[in-house]
């Protein structure tokens, strides 16, 4: 049983790569969408962000160098994607729910990650493990597990009761969306209760980890834990496959909507994929843009809808 519990384990997390890469792929292959054209923009110089300016400003600016500024794109990310600050400025009442949920989700990937990197030094270093540095990783590792459990437990329970509450969320509200909430509060509650009640002759979760690496199929699992496991490594492979993907789609939102201000030109990349695109026949269902798969977007940008001719 040991055997299958691992194999399943690597069987969730190669699903997951694969699936988020596919996705990720399938993301950066899709036309270029609308810009927002929004300044300031992260990587500007940041004299230019202070007051909400761009490389446009500069005279000539097509025949210089283009450069972009790293730092700045970090020190806006980094927070938005940690505290969800955007949230936090425009819907107070949603962030209460949902950067708990997060915010647990990531101590729980760190988690993971120390694990792994206790794991190997147990394998390669066991001498290290043993001393106080050892014991440093074991506590760091037990509070950030424990913290992300209960805070996406948390997290996931307030949000789904919003789903289940809010009126306003109804038209928006599927049985996927409460599928996936009620998904999430199984798993960590299950693998929680494991955590806590375990037989004695468990060595935890750093041995499981370590049996793991080398699939060592001797060690003895119980079986809440082997439930919760199973659990988990489900809904690592199902997460990429769903909506929940976002946080493969937000790099792009970013990078390629919000603070995309490639210039368009004349003979660039951008120019040639912009042409391609202008020989597409849309279809849309809304009437007055009489995209009815005939016409190009060429036809449908040149011609006014009010008017039914040409600008």
Not at 61 to 82: D, F, I, S
Not at 264 to 285: C, D, F, I, Q, V
Request: hydrophobic fraction near 50%; include cysteine; proline fraction near 5%.
């Amino acid at each position: 049983m040991t055997a299958v519990l691992f194999g399943i384990v690597y069987a969730g997390v190669l699903v997951f790569v694969i699936a988020s890469i596919a996705r990720a792929c399938y993301y950066a292959k899709l036309p270029i969408h609308l810009r927002w054209e929004l300044y300031p923009v992260p990587h500007e110089d940041p004299k230019r962000v202070k007051h909400g300016g761009s490389y446009f400003e500069e005279i000539d600016w097509w025949t210089k160098p283009r450069k972009t500024n790293l730092a700045g794109e970090l020190a806006a990310m980094v927070p938005e994607m940690l505290f969800m600050v955007a949230l936090w400025e425009h819907n107070r009442k949603l962030w209460i729910r949902s950067f708990p949920f997060h915010f647990g989700l990531y101590l729980l990937i760190g988690t993971t990650g120390l694990l792994l990197i206790s794991a190997l030094l147990t394998i390669f270093v066991p001498a290290l493990m043993a001393g106080s540095f050892g014991l440093f990783m074991h506590w760091v590792y037990t509070v950030t597990g424990i913290a992300g459990v209960i805070l996406s437990i948390l997290g996931a329970a307030g949000l789904l009761a919003r789903r289940l509450t809010d009126k306003m969320l109804k038209p928006y509200t599927t049985a996927g969306d409460i599928f996936n909430l009620v998904f999430f509060i199984a798993t960590f509650v299950v693998l929680g209760a494991a955590y806590l009640i375990h037989r004695p002759d468990f060595g935890g979760t750093l041995a499981l980890t370590v049996g793991l690496l080398r699939f060592d199929t001797a060690i003895q699992v119980p079986l809440l834990a082997k439930a919760g496991i199973v659990m988990g490594a489900v809904l690592a492979a199902y997460i990429p496959l769903t909506h929940m993907s976002h946080f493969v789609g937000k790099y792009f939102t970013y990078h390629a909507v919000r603070w995309s201000d490639e210039p368009n030109m004349r003979g660039s990349e951008l120019e040639k994929r912009l042409a391609e695109y202008l020989t597409y026949r849309p279809t849309w269902a809304a009437s007055h843009v009489t995209a009815d798969g005939l016409r190009t977007w060429v036809d449908i940008a040149t011609t006014n809808p009010a008017q039914g001719g040409r600008k």
